[in-house]
T-cell receptor, first 112, second 115 residues
Framework: GQNIDQPTEMTATEGAIVQINCTYQTSGFNGLFWYQQHAGEAPTFLSYNVLDGLEEKGRFSSFLSRSKGYSYLLLKELQMKDSASYLC?????????????FGTGTQLKVEL | EPEVTQTPSHQVTQMGQEVILRCVPISNHLYFYWYRQILGQKVEFLVSFYNNEISEKSEIFDDQFSVERPDGSNFTLKIRSTKLEDSAMYFCASQIRTGINTEAFFGQGTRLTVV
């Protein structure tokens, strides 16, 4: 089966850096995605890794180690608006498409 | 910027009634998905759709569920006889193609409440 683990909650200070970890055990791995979700809203795409290493996108970076089944999302220069749930999702290669299997999400609270 | 649109944003229905949730995917996308998120829980895959047929479905997607692309733009999810446990946020997503460097874009969701 598919198993994706990430911490339930994290708290960080405005202006700081926070790292949200995700570990996964899946078959048919075809990439790892990070989405941001504000309460009651749709997930919005942040980053994508399919090869090992670091992908940087402005204040957000994401890292992947396929051999370890591990990824993290790094958020720099935290802003209050970054308070949201961060969803780790693994894309599973299937015959007819690429479904996403989501973790439970990490609720990040940014404080002054 | 193109986006996935869903209607209605909220739907309240009585148990046993049929509901149809509507989605307009991004126009040049070829792969379509429905996901749901029960309040406080994780986003769960329901079904994927490509080339006018279901390509994969989850265990949740039983005989009460169906999807259709009735014309060139709409993609619908029908729940034939709703149950209380169908109350959730339903997200439609579309993707231009499969393969690397392609992400799924999500609509704003329909909050379904079954009473």
């Amino acid at each position: 089966g598919q198993n994706i683990d990430q911490p339930t909650e994290m708290t960080a200070t405005e202006g700081a850096i926070v790292q949200i970890n995700c570990t996964y055990q899946t078959s048919g791995f075809n990439g790892l995605f990070w989405y941001q979700q504000h309460a009651g809203e749709a997930p919005t795409f942040l980053s994508y890794n399919v090869l090992d290493g670091l992908e940087e996108k402005g204040r957000f970076s994401s890292f992947l180690s396929r051999s370890k089944g591990y990824s993290y999302l790094l958020l720099k220069e935290l802003q209050m608006k970054d308070s949201a749930s961060y969803l780790c999702a693994v894309r599973i290669l299937t015959g007819g498409g690429n479904k996403l299997t989501f973790g439970t999400g990490t609720q990040l609270k940014v404080e002054l | 910027e193109p986006e996935v649109t869903q209607t209605p944003s909220h739907q309240v229905t009585q148990m046993g009634q049929e509901v149809i949730l509507r989605c307009v995917p991004i126009s040049n996308h070829l792969y379509f998905y429905w996901y749901r998120q029960i309040l406080g829980q994780k986003v769960e895959f329901l079904v994927s759709f490509y080339n006018n047929e279901i390509s994969e479905k989850s265990e949740i997607f039983d005989d009460q569920f169906s999807v259709e692309r009735p014309d060139g733009s709409n993609f619908t999810l029908k729940i034939r006889s709703t149950k209380l446990e169908d109350s959730a946020m339903y997200f439609c997503a579309s993707q231009i193609r499969t393969g690397i460097n392609t992400e799924a874009f999500f609509g704003q969701g329909t909050r379904l409440t079954v009473v």
